[in-house]
């Protein structure tokens, strides 16, 4: 388990099949406000090129914005450390690249933001929504749902068929389920 200052990170497993795919992870910090989330060399670059825009953006709408809050992106080298017989001093060493060793050579990237629900959320937030605007792969399982009840993070197909349902039952909602403000 990873940890920080003494502090355990919970794992999160994500329920998002591209992650996996793609070998991310996900920890949240003890407390529940901040996330950890590894990422690729191209999304890296991709943020740093996004963040001039994104801290104008927040300067001028941070109190509305329902865009996460982006604390750092950092990038780590993990080292072997060599431990000398008899007390001698330790010297750190790189572990050659690609061995799969704990001490792989290659920088690991991150970024670190405050969680996107509060720490306490769970009392109050009956739905959680992942929308990336496609409904290919974009519905939660039955199994998931069983096995989450509210904390199942829900996807693009299940917000249309929830607002199709409050339209069919609810004429005045309109069809495009106007009226229907995320985080509001």
Known sequence: AAAL???AFRSFASNSKGSAR???YFWFS???GFMVKTLKGAEARAL???MGPYAQHML???QRTLLSRI???YGVRMVDVVRPAHGAASHPRPVPAGTGAVGDDSEHLFVVMNAVFPARGAAFITERFDLKGSTVGRECGAAE???KGSLAVLKDLDLAR???DAARADPEVPAGGAGLFPGA
């Open 162 to 164: 929830e607002v199709a």
């Open 60 to 62: 001028r709408h941070g």
């Open 145 to 147: 749902r069983a096995e």
């Open 5 to 7: 200052h003494g502090r």
């Open 71 to 73: 604390c750092g992106l």
């Open 30 to 32: 003890d407390c529940g």
């Open 48 to 50: 740093r090129r996004m």
């Open 22 to 24: 793609s070998g991310t």
